[in-house]
């Protein structure tokens, strides 16, 4: 997880569309129609107008690059602890990019020692200059090994929600094993690094 260490941001999408698949329209999916894993609203706010069935798969990635990397900033992450953002766009994939965000947000809070080490910041699912400093001071003071706790924090926090998803409403449950295969196959390296 050293610095020296880069991201294979293509490979991480091209895993993501391989697990994603093609057309899908499960009931009990609450986004409804996917193909290659991004959904109808997604697509349309991308500027997609074709039929979802038909989605180019070139079109899906750069989707993936620009929704769930560039612009919510985990290619900045990458700079600093490249597993770190590889883990936030998989959870963006699957949760939401804000969800992954926060969960940075908060563990950067908890390992701060009551804001001795860095001050806290604000866990509202936006990353900017300020979570971007909290982060380098983090990194300063606690280098590689420090980002493999934040990451298995952060995979502690994503595995929570996923059982309070799925607590919450019963029809998740058709894809919490599959959930937890995604965090597996991401302990495993085997997601495009």
Do not use: C, H
């Amino acid at each position: 997880m050293g610095t020296t260490a880069t991201i294979d941001i293509d490979g991480l999408i091209d895993a993501v569309i391989g697990r994603e698949g093609s057309y899908s329209n499960n009931p009990a999916d609450k986004g409804g129609a996917t193909m290659w894993g991004v959904t109808e609203q997604v697509a349309r706010a991308y500027g997609y107008q074709g039929d979802m069935r038909v989605l180019p798969r070139a079109t899906a990635a750069a989707i993936y690059r620009r929704r769930y990397w560039s612009d919510v900033g985990f290619d900045q992450v990458a700079l600093r602890y490249p597993d770190i953002a590889a883990e936030l766009f998989d959870i963006g994939v699957n949760m939401g990019t804000a969800i992954g965000a926060t969960f940075l947000q908060r563990v950067l809070n908890v390992f701060n020692l009551g804001g001795a080490q860095y001050a806290d910041v604000t866990a509202d699912g936006r990353l900017g200059a300020v979570t971007y400093l909290a982060l380098d001071a983090f990194r300063q003071r606690r280098s590689d090994e420090g980002g493999a706790r934040v990451l298995e924090a952060i995979r502690s926090l994503r595995g929570a929600r996923y059982i309070e998803i799925s607590e919450a409403r019963p029809a998740n449950e058709a894809f919490t094993y599959g959930w937890f295969g995604r965090m597996v196959a991401m302990l495993k390296g085997v997601v495009g690094r």
